[in-house]
């Protein structure tokens, strides 16, 4: 089946620091990806959606300049959190997608990546 | 505001029984829902699906049903068994994309 890998799987950093998070599709060309934040005992929410080539949408609430998103080809998206304070600290998740109108069924996640902001 | 809600945070149920996951939403646009297993520290993983022109999909011990009038639907896996003890989220989509809706997981635990 398709994998997506994400990584790192755990990031503990100073406050104030950037963090570089990386998804990648191996076994497929993702036109769309997909990153969400899940808070303990909350549902996983939708951050912005990364599409290759252009500039990443992103959900009302979330800080474009904080959460910057790059889709520089069709195997990778990175999300960076800048200058990361404790309050963003998280798990992390992407997700890709084959096709900006592929199948619903076919939405691969990464494994993601908890994030600690000391 | 919440579109996809999963009141029950956590299941227990005895091996072979049925197991019975409820989800709960908001948007009557929603036409796609899925269910996603997520066990810890990995990705959630797709499970089954549903399109708001069916009332019932079925694979395998899993069965997803949809009520669009009560804008509701719930996964049942029978007989549970111990390896299916993990996180289970519902999401819901529009038509018009893949950006997705989760619910907030219900915890099954499967008591051997």
């Known amino acids: 089946g398709a994998v997506v890998s994400q990584h790192p799987s755990r990031v503990i950093c100073k406050s104030g620091t950037s963090v570089k998070i990386e998804c990648r599709s191996l076994?497929?060309?993702?036109?769309?990806m997909f990153w969400y934040r899940q808070f303990p005992k909350q549902s996983l929410m939708l951050m912005a959606t990364s599409n290759e080539g252009s500039k990443a949408t992103y959900e009302q609430g979330v800080e474009k300049d904080k959460f910057l998103i790059n889709h520089a080809s069709l195997t990778l998206s990175t999300l960076t959190v800048t200058s990361a304070h404790p309050e963003d600290s998280s798990f992390y998740i992407c997700?890709?997608?084959?096709?900006?109108?592929?199948?619903?069924?076919?939405?691969?996640f990464g494994s993601g990546t908890q994030l600690s902001v000391l | 505001d919440q579109q996809v809600k999963q009141n029950s945070p956590s299941l227990s149920v005895q091996e072979g029984r049925i197991s019975i996951l409820n989800c709960d939403y908001t948007n009557s646009m929603f036409d796609y829902f899925l269910w996603y297993k997520k066990y810890p520290a990995e990705g959630p993983t797709f499970l089954i699906s549903?399109?708001?022109?069916?009332d019932k999909n079925e694979d395998g011990r899993f069965t997803v049903f949809l009520n669009k009038s009560a804008k509701h639907l719930s996964l049942h896996i029978v007989p549970s068994q111990p390896g299916d003890s993990a996180v289970y989220f519902c999401a819901a989509s529009e038509d018009t994309g893949n950006q997705f809706y989760f619910g907030t997981g219900t915890s099954l635990t499967v008591i051997p």
């Open positions: 076994d497929f060309q993702a036109t769309t």
């Open positions: 997700s890709a997608s084959p096709g900006l109108y592929a199948t619903n069924e076919k939405l691969f």
């Open positions: 549903i399109s708001s022109i069916k």
